[in-house]
C-alpha cells in the first residue's frame, strides 16, 4: 500500500462525484484544501427533457469518467497514476444516495484505481459531503453550526459540532425545497433546472402579489412544501391570465420564508455559534440575502458557500472522505451504490450512513 494506513495517515484523497448530473473529481489535501476540482455538467442533455433521466445520466458518466479523473489529477501536478511531488493516499467516491446507475460509475471507477495504486477507498455519503462545503471555503469556522442542506432531493437541518459529529433536526416531509422549484418551474413553462429559473424570474415579478400557504409545521423543525406546490398549481389553473413573474416571485418567497424561520428556530434550539447553507439551492438569491439579513439581526454568524461549492461538486466528498477515513477507516472492497441512504453520523467499519426511511 502506498504509504498509506487504514486510518490516520492518508493525506491527499483523490474524490469522485457521480451521484446525479455532475461528473466529478477533486485533489483535496486533509479534508481542508481543495488542491483541484473539476466538474463536468450534464444540464444541457437532460433540459429538453425537464428533468435528468437516469439512462443518459448513466451513459454520460461512463464517457466522461476517465477525463474528468485525469484532469483533476493533471491540475494537481500528478501523473495518471496519481503520484507526483505528494502523491494520492486514498480514493474516495459518492455511494449514495442519488440515482443508482450513476453512482455505480463513480463507485466502480474509485475502487478499481484504488486497487491498481494499492491505497484505501473511502465509501461516503453524499449528504455528509454537502456538510464540509463551509469548510473548505473557511477552514476556522466556528463549531456547532446549524446546516440548512437544501437540494432538489434533500431538505434538512443538521446541527455540526464537529467533523464527523451531527445530528438531524429536522428533514422534509414531502416534497424537498428543490423539488419543489422544480415542479413548479415545469409548470409554469420556465425550463429546467427549476431553481435557477423561478430565481431568476422572481426578480421581476412582486414577491407579495399572492399569498401562498406557508408549512411551518408547529412545534416541528420538519419541512413540508408538496401544500405549497399544489397552492400554486390551483391559483394558476384557476386564474390562467395571472403574471408568471408575480407567481413565481410570491412562491419563492413562501419557500424561503419557511427555510429562513425554521433555520433560526434550529439555531437557537442548538444553541449554535452560526449558520451555513448548503445544496443547490443555497445558490438562491434570495435566500442567501434573506438567511443573511435575518440571522445577523440575532446575533448569529452566516456562511454561504460561493455557488460552485453549493452544487455537487467532489471537493465536498474529498473533504468527508478524509475526515471518514481518520475517524473510521477504510471502506470495503463490496461497499456499493446505496440510493436510499440516509444521513447518520459515521459508524464503525465504514458505513457511510443508513437507509433513508422517512
Given at each position: 500500500?502506498?504509504?498509506?494506513?487504514?486510518?490516520?495517515?492518508?493525506?491527499?484523497?483523490?474524490?469522485?462525484?457521480?451521484?446525479?448530473?455532475?461528473?466529478?473529481?477533486?485533489?483535496?489535501?486533509?479534508?481542508?484544501?481543495?488542491?483541484?476540482?473539476?466538474?463536468?455538467?450534464?444540464?444541457?442533455?437532460?433540459?429538453?427533457?425537464?428533468?435528468?433521466?437516469?439512462?443518459i445520466?448513466?451513459?454520460?458518466?461512463?464517457?466522461?469518467?476517465?477525463?474528468?479523473?485525469?484532469?483533476?489529477?493533471?491540475?494537481?501536478?500528478?501523473?495518471?497514476?496519481?503520484?507526483?511531488?505528494?502523491?494520492?493516499?486514498?480514493?474516495?467516491?459518492?455511494?449514495?444516495?442519488?440515482?443508482?446507475?450513476?453512482?455505480?460509475?463513480?463507485?466502480?471507477?474509485?475502487?478499481?484505481?484504488?486497487?491498481?495504486?494499492?491505497?484505501?477507498?473511502?465509501?461516503?455519503?453524499?449528504?455528509?459531503?454537502?456538510?464540509?462545503?463551509?469548510?473548505?471555503?473557511?477552514?476556522?469556522?466556528?463549531?456547532?453550526?446549524?446546516?440548512?442542506?437544501?437540494?432538489?432531493?434533500?431538505?434538512?437541518?443538521?446541527?455540526?459540532?464537529?467533523p464527523?459529529?451531527?445530528?438531524?433536526?429536522?428533514?422534509?416531509?414531502?416534497?424537498?425545497?428543490?423539488?419543489?422549484?422544480?415542479?413548479?418551474?415545469?409548470?409554469?413553462?420556465?425550463?429546467?433546472?427549476?431553481?435557477?429559473?423561478?430565481?431568476?424570474?422572481?426578480?421581476?415579478g412582486?414577491?407579495?402579489?399572492?399569498?401562498?400557504?406557508?408549512?411551518?409545521?408547529e412545534?416541528?423543525?420538519?419541512?413540508?412544501?408538496?401544500?405549497?406546490?399544489?397552492?400554486?398549481?390551483?391559483?394558476?389553473?384557476?386564474?390562467?391570465?395571472?403574471?408568471?413573474?408575480?407567481?413565481?416571485?410570491?412562491?419563492?418567497?413562501?419557500?424561503?420564508d419557511?427555510?429562513?424561520?425554521?433555520?433560526?428556530?434550529?439555531?437557537?434550539?442548538?444553541?449554535?455559534?452560526?449558520?451555513?447553507?448548503?445544496?443547490?439551492?443555497?445558490?438562491?438569491s434570495?435566500?442567501?440575502?434573506?438567511a443573511?439579513?435575518?440571522?445577523?439581526?440575532?446575533?448569529?454568524?452566516?456562511?454561504?458557500?460561493?455557488?460552485?461549492?453549493?452544487?455537487?461538486?467532489?471537493?465536498?466528498?474529498?473533504?468527508?472522505?478524509?475526515?471518514?477515513?481518520?475517524?473510521?477507516?477504510?471502506?470495503?472492497?463490496?461497499?456499493?451504490a446505496?440510493?436510499?441512504?440516509?444521513?447518520?453520523?459515521?459508524?464503525?467499519?465504514?458505513?457511510?450512513?443508513?437507509?433513508?426511511?422517512?
Amino acid at each position: 500500500m502506498r504509504g498509506a494506513s487504514l486510518r490516520d495517515e492518508a493525506s491527499r484523497l483523490l474524490a469522485i462525484e457521480t451521484s446525479c448530473d455532475e461528473t466529478a473529481a477533486a485533489v483535496v489535501d486533509e479534508g481542508r484544501r481543495v488542491v483541484s476540482s473539476v466538474v463536468s455538467s450534464q444540464m444541457d442533455l437532460h433540459a429538453r427533457y425537464g428533468g435528468v433521466v437516469p439512462e443518459i445520466a448513466s451513459r454520460a458518466h461512463t464517457e466522461l469518467i476517465v477525463p474528468v479523473v485525469t484532469e483533476a489529477l493533471a491540475l494537481a501536478g500528478l501523473d495518471s497514476a496519481g503520484r507526483g511531488e505528494r502523491p494520492v493516499e486514498a480514493v474516495a467516491a459518492t455511494t449514495g444516495p442519488g440515482l443508482v446507475g450513476a453512482l455505480l460509475v463513480g463507485v466502480s471507477a474509485a475502487k478499481a484505481i484504488a486497487m491498481a495504486w494499492g491505497v484505501p477507498f473511502v465509501a461516503v455519503n453524499h449528504l455528509e459531503g454537502h456538510l464540509y462545503a463551509s469548510l473548505l471555503e473557511e477552514p476556522d469556522l466556528e463549531l456547532p453550526v446549524v446546516v440548512l442542506l437544501v437540494s432538489g432531493g434533500h431538505t434538512l437541518l443538521v446541527r455540526m459540532d464537529a467533523p464527523g459529529r451531527y445530528e438531524v433536526l429536522g428533514r422534509t416531509r414531502d416534497d424537498a425545497a428543490g423539488e419543489a422549484f422544480d415542479k413548479v418551474a415545469r409548470f409554469l413553462g420556465l425550463g429546467y433546472p427549476g431553481g435557477p429559473a423561478v430565481d431568476r424570474v422572481s426578480a421581476h415579478g412582486d414577491a407579495g402579489a399572492f399569498a401562498f400557504p406557508r408549512a411551518f409545521l408547529e412545534g416541528s423543525l420538519d419541512f413540508s412544501f408538496s401544500g405549497l406546490k399544489t397552492a400554486v398549481v390551483r391559483y394558476v389553473r384557476a386564474h390562467p391570465s395571472v403574471a408568471t413573474e408575480d407567481v413565481a416571485a410570491s412562491f419563492q418567497e413562501a419557500v424561503v420564508d419557511v427555510l429562513v424561520e425554521k433555520t433560526l428556530s434550529a439555531a437557537r434550539q442548538a444553541r449554535a455559534a452560526g449558520i451555513c447553507l448548503a445544496g443547490g439551492v443555497a445558490a438562491n438569491s434570495s435566500l442567501r440575502a434573506r438567511a443573511t439579513e435575518s440571522a445577523e439581526a440575532e446575533g448569529f454568524r452566516v456562511f454561504l458557500p460561493s455557488r460552485a461549492m453549493c452544487t455537487d461538486n467532489a471537493a465536498m466528498i474529498g473533504a468527508a472522505g478524509y475526515f471518514r477515513l481518520r475517524d473510521v477507516g477504510a471502506s470495503g472492497w463490496d461497499a456499493g451504490a446505496e440510493p436510499g441512504l440516509g444521513l447518520s453520523p459515521p459508524g464503525r467499519g465504514g458505513a457511510p450512513g443508513r437507509r433513508d426511511t422517512s
